[in-house]
Structure formats: C-alpha cells, structure tokens
C-alpha cells in the first residue's frame, strides 16, 4: 500500500509538525528515528486516523486516510500497550482481531501456531492470563502478534523491539523480514541497529520535520550513530594563546 503525505502539519502550543511530501512506495520498510519530542508517534498517529491533521493529509493507496475506511481492513498497527484490551486474555484478544478483520476461527487458530516459538510464556490457545497481568514485554509480543495476524497491507509500528529480551528481538526481526516486499512498513524505533536491519529506507525527524531520508546500506547504521553522536559532543573551542 503506498503512504504519501501532501502539505501535512500538525500544530501544538510548543511544537509543530511538517511532512509536506514524503512518499512511501507499497512493499517498503520504512524505518522512522528521532530523539523523544522529534514528533515520529504524532506522525503514526496521524497516519492512522487518530488525530486530525491541521493542514495537509495522509493518503493510503491514493485515498485520504480522514474520509474514508477501506484501508482499515488492510492496516495492522501497535502503538503501545495502551491499544490492548488488557481485560482480555491474549487468546481473547487475538480472536476479537481476527473478527475485525472477518478471519475464520480456523485460520486465526492457523496463523497463531506461526508464533508459538514467539510468544513463549503460556502457550498460545490456552493463555490463562489477563492483558493486564502481563510484564510489559509479553504485552507487547500481545499486540505484535494481533498486528501481524491479519497478513495486512500496511504495517506500522511505534517502538516494536522496546521490552523484549534479546532473543524476541531477533525472532521479531525475522518476522518483519518475512513480511518485507509484501507489506509496507512503517516502523519508529530508538533501537538504530534493529530498525537499520529491517527497513528499506531510513528518514530521521528532527523538531518535527524530516531533515534526512536515504535508502539503507552497510554503512547506514555507522552514519546513524554519527548523526546522534554529533549532537551530543561539547563544542571543541579553540586553545587561546597566550598573550
């Protein structure tokens, strides 16, 4: 599914956002990093219809993401816990998206066992803990899991690698290469090394707009720890001399 913006902005009291043109080609893995405040979740919130944009829009396969609702069904997306029905079991949970997206109990049940080696604590099909009991990490691998159910069009991710240890991260890495030239992804992460692994394209958001956007290669993740690095050093003054 192919994301573009036109004119986009989204304006608070100390902070603006601006994307005017950003173009995302269907099948993409676009990686989005910034520091905290850079603007990358109002971004995704955008995208998805959450909020209202100020000026500008989002389009999803050609039609305005604010007035229409085909590329619903065809999106998965996990912001963060607090998009769970945590009253829910994570098999609960995971049936009730399958329903969403008008997906047989047999094919739910089907596309699970893909993720048993993923979801590890309790076993899938018969999980007997509520959402809310969950360490934040199994909450997460949850609403992983429910994003990748459908096999949708669009993927979007907000910090998906945050909480997992380290053998989850890499099982979850495999899971979006698998997905990769099927799905467009769109996924915002602190974590340069994972996200430099699994997008096509990295843009770094600075103060709410884009200031850089190249294709990945074996010298991205280099680049990107200059980038932040940079920022980060004291200014070197110059010795004085002596009079």
């Known amino acids: 599914m192919r994301l573009t913006t036109h004119s986009l902005a989204k304006r608070y009291d100390n902070f603006d956002l601006s994307i005017p043109d950003l173009e995302i080609e269907s099948g993409t893995a676009f990686g989005l990093v910034g520091n905290n405040g850079a603007g990358k979740t109002t971004f995704l919130r955008l995208v998805l219809d959450l909020i209202r944009a100020d000026d ?4 999803l396969g050609g039609d ?3 007035n229409t609702f085909d590329w619903k ?3 998965g997306s996990y912001l963060g816990p607090s998009f769970l029905i945590d009253f829910l079991t994570p098999d609960e949970y995971w049936h009730f998206v ?3 997206y008008d997906l047989s109990e047999a094919t739910v049940n089907e596309r699970l066992a893909q993720f048993d080696d993923f979801y590890v604590d309790e076993p899938i099909g018969a999980t007997t803990k509520y959402i809310r009991d969950l360490s934040t990490g199994n909450k997460n691998k949850a609403g992983l899991v429910a994003a990748l159910l459908p096999k949708p069009d669009l993927l979007i991710f907000d910090e998906p690698f945050a909480s997992l240890d380290p053998r989850s991260q890499i099982q979850l890495k495999e899971l979006l290469q698998e997905r990769r030239g099927e799905a467009t992804m ?3 992460s602190h974590d340069l090394g994972h ?3 699994v997008s096509d394209r990295i843009a770094i958001l600075e103060d709410g707009e884009i200031v850089r956007d190249e294709p ?15 920022a980060i050093r004291p200014n070197e003054e110059e010795p004085v001399e002596a009079a």
């Open 195 to 197: 996200v430099t692994d």
């Open 186 to 188: 769109l996924i915002s």
């Open 98 to 100: 399958g329903q969403t």
């Open 56 to 59: 500008g829009e989002v389009r």
């Open 64 to 66: 305005p993401v604010a």
């Open 73 to 75: 069904t065809r999106t």
């Open 216 to 230: 990945t290669d074996p010298d991205t993740l280099e680049d990107l720890t200059t980038y932040f690095a940079e």
